[in-house]
C-alpha cells in the first residue's frame, strides 16, 4: 500500500506563485510517472503536469511556460511550483503518482488534494 501526503496550496493574490509537494511513502518499489491533476469549481478533473521517471514533462496548455513539475526520486516526491497565477487557476490540486510495489503489483496513489485559490 502506497500514501500521498500533499502539502502547499492556500490562498495567493492573481499574480503570485504557490508551490505545492506530494511525498509517496509505503511499500514502493519504482516510480515511474508522477503528475498533478486539479479540478475547478463544476468541472471535471484535469491534467496540469506530468514527469516521467525519465524526467520527461508535460504540460497543459493552460498551465504552460508558468507552472513547473520537478522530481525527487530519493524521496519519493513531486513538487509543482506555480508562477503567474490567475483566478482561473483556483482549483483544488491533486498529484498522482503510479509505479511498482515492492510485493510485485503496481499501484495508482491520489493524494487528499489541496486547495488553491487565487484571488484578491
Known amino acids: 500500500q502506497v500514501q500521498l501526503v500533499e502539502s502547499g496550496g492556500g490562498l495567493v493574490q492573481p499574480g503570485g506563485s504557490l508551490s505545492l509537494s506530494c511525498a509517496a511513502s509505503g511499500r514502493i518499489f519504482s516510480i515511474y510517472a508522477m503528475g498533478w491533476y486539479r479540478q475547478r469549481p463544476g468541472k471535471q478533473r484535469e491534467l496540469v503536469a506530468t514527469v516521467s521517471s525519465g524526467a520527461t514533462t508535460n504540460y497543459s496548455d493552460s498551465v504552460k511556460g508558468r507552472f513547473t513539475i520537478s522530481r525527487d526520486n530519493a524521496k519519493n516526491t513531486v513538487y509543482l511550483q506555480m508562477d503567474s497565477l490567475s483566478p482561473e487557476d483556483t482549483a483544488v490540486y491533486y498529484c498522482?503518482?503510479?509505479?511498482?510495489?515492492?510485493?510485485?503489483?503496481?499501484?495508482?496513489?491520489w493524494g487528499q488534494g489541496t486547495q488553491v485559490t487565487v484571488s484578491s
Open positions: 498522482n503518482i503510479r509505479g511498482y510495489s515492492d510485493y510485485g503489483g503496481g499501484f495508482n496513489s
